[in-house]
């Protein structure tokens, strides 16, 4: 009896994996490629921690932050409509992948020399690009950025994660190689960690188009504009729900060199990059949620319960290690580190489990196709967060605004869960249903 019991046992379990294998197999080369550059890039700042200035390192992190943050800007929604609508147009997806590049690079680019315009006119003496070729490099990495953002979503949505996975490892290896070259050159300045970001973009682009065979430059073809345009209120709506999550988060190391100082914001930044890092699994299979249900709405809710569930797991654990040994992480980066932060990191983690939440809500409005109306609330989380973070900065410096960062997500995702649970519990209630309409599930209504 015990053998039959581990024999059904066994078929069902295959028979899950089977209803859920373009999730499972998409989310694990995500997830893949994720453990994978994380491992590297832990390796890229305790490099960084290693062999150059706290101060260095501060500004270094928040002039990437506000590379990423154009990036988000520049990428204008574009690459996540793509994730949604490459499935629903055969035949005509390269057109779409290129017309959005197209789009998003130009518009990244711009809003990058806006900003270096703007920030030497108004902070002439302690502006954060300083040089000529230190412009150019945040330039073109903004521009950079957008264009991997784009050929990620694409990977992502033509359900090839794993061209995803071989990039995201490429990047993070070169530019390792190219910041321990810097170091050993002894180049130890901003310019320097800016330049190696920008570089490992570039290289990464060619890397991974060698690697597949020509599975980047397939992506694309002639830009198709006309269905662009055709799909351009959802490319708003996709855009006002990215910038309205993510904003945040993106921008938080230069709230905290200008809310606390570089040399905080360099300690800081160790521990924020690690659970960014954390996040970027439970971001990964939300992610992956949006095509796959897509292709196959009839497994919406068991594919929903299994992304969640896997993810909070996953966060709850990332948290514990944190809290349990945030001062030794600091360590490991740098000797002074502890004595600069403390203790005050040790609850970040937990911000996970709100993420993790927010992650999967933002997921089922892009299902739903309401994400305009979706991204007011999410705005107004961001809100929250801004406000609860710079009060808690200047209430009780960087203990302060670690907790009024992880108050305020644990907020939104608990408004968030409950979201969730009503949205499956009214899928499981309208379980009949879905075999006269099988392309429909109430987590798309």
């Known amino acids: 009896m015990p053998v039959d019991l581990v024999r059904t046992?066994?078929?069902?379990?295959?028979?899950?994996?089977?209803?859920?294998?373009?999730?499972?197999l998409n989310s694990s080369a995500l997830a893949i490629g994720t453990i994978a550059a994380a491992g590297l890039g832990f390796v890229y700042w305790w490099l960084a921690a290693r062999l150059f200035p706290p101060e260095v390192i501060g500004k270094a992190a928040a002039l990437l932050s506000v590379m990423a943050f154009v990036g988000l800007l520049g990428e204008g929604g574009l690459g996540t409509l793509l994730m949604g609508e490459i499935v629903r147009h055969p035949g005509r997806d390269r057109g779409l992948v290129a017309a959005a590049a197209s789009i998003g690079v130009v518009l990244g680019v711009g809003l990058a020399v806006v900003f270096v315009f703007g920030d030497a006119y108004l902070n002439s003496s302690t502006e954060s690009i300083g040089g000529w070729l230190q412009r150019v490099a945040f330039v073109l990495g903004c521009g950079l950025t957008v264009l991997a953002m784009m050929v990620d979503?694409?990977?992502?949505?033509?359900?090839?994660?794993?061209?995803?996975?071989?990039?995201?490892?490429?990047?993070?290896?070169?530019?390792?190689?190219?910041?321990?070259?810097?170091?050993?050159?002894?180049?130890?300045?901003?310019?320097?960690l800016l330049l190696t970001w920008v570089a490992g973009l570039l290289a990464s682009f060619v890397g991974v188009d060698l690697l597949t065979r020509g599975g980047a430059r397939r992506l694309v073809g002639a830009p198709d504009f006309q269905l662009l345009h055709i799909l351009r209120r959802k490319v708003v709506d996709h855009y006002a729900l990215d910038v309205a999550v993510q904003a945040p988060s993106v921008i938080m190391p230069y709230l905290v060199l200008v809310l606390l100082s570089p040399t905080t914001n360099a300690a800081f930044v160790a521990l924020w990059m690690l659970v960014s890092m954390a996040s970027l699994i439970p971001a990964a299979m939300a992610t992956v949620l949006f095509p796959v249900i897509r292709a196959c709405p009839k497994q919406s809710r068991h594919d929903v319960l299994v992304s969640v569930t896997a993810s909070l797991l996953f966060s709850l654990v990332?948290?514990?290690?944190?809290?349990?040994?945030?001062?030794?992480?600091?360590?490991?980066?740098?000797?002074?580190?502890?004595?600069?932060?403390?203790?005050?990191?040790?609850?970040?983690?937990?911000?996970?489990?709100?993420?993790?939440?927010?992650?999967?809500?933002?997921?089922l409005a892009r299902l739903g196709d309401r994400m305009r109306k979706a991204s007011r609330w999410f705005a107004l989380g961001g809100l929250l967060e801004l406000c609860f973070v710079v009060a808690g900065a200047k209430l009780g410096g960087l203990?302060?605004?670690?907790?009024?960062?992880?108050?305020?997500?644990?907020?939104?995702?608990?408004?968030?869960?409950?979201?969730?649970?009503?949205?499956?519990?009214?899928?499981?209630?309208?379980?009949?249903?879905?075999?006269?309409?099988?392309?429909?599930?109430?987590?798309?209504?």
């Open 9 to 24: 046992a066994i078929i069902r379990a295959r028979r899950e994996l089977r209803k859920s294998a373009a999730l499972v």
């Open 153 to 192: 979503q694409a990977f992502v949505g033509n359900l090839r994660s794993t061209g995803r996975m071989i990039r995201q490892v490429l990047f993070s290896t070169f530019k390792l190689l190219l910041i321990a070259c810097a170091a050993v050159a002894g180049h130890t300045s901003s310019a320097a």
């Open 399 to 445: 203990q302060g605004l670690v907790l009024g960062w992880t108050l305020a997500v644990s907020i939104e995702g608990a408004c968030a869960a409950l979201i969730l649970a009503f949205a499956v519990k009214l899928d499981s209630a309208a379980g009949p249903a879905q075999h006269e309409r099988p392309t429909e599930s109430p987590l798309q209504t």
């Open 318 to 363: 990332c948290a514990v290690i944190v809290f349990t040994y945030s001062q030794q992480i600091l360590a490991v980066f740098n000797p002074a580190y502890p004595e600069i932060a403390g203790s005050s990191l040790r609850f970040l983690g937990f911000s996970l489990l709100g993420s993790t939440l927010k992650f999967h809500a933002c997921t």
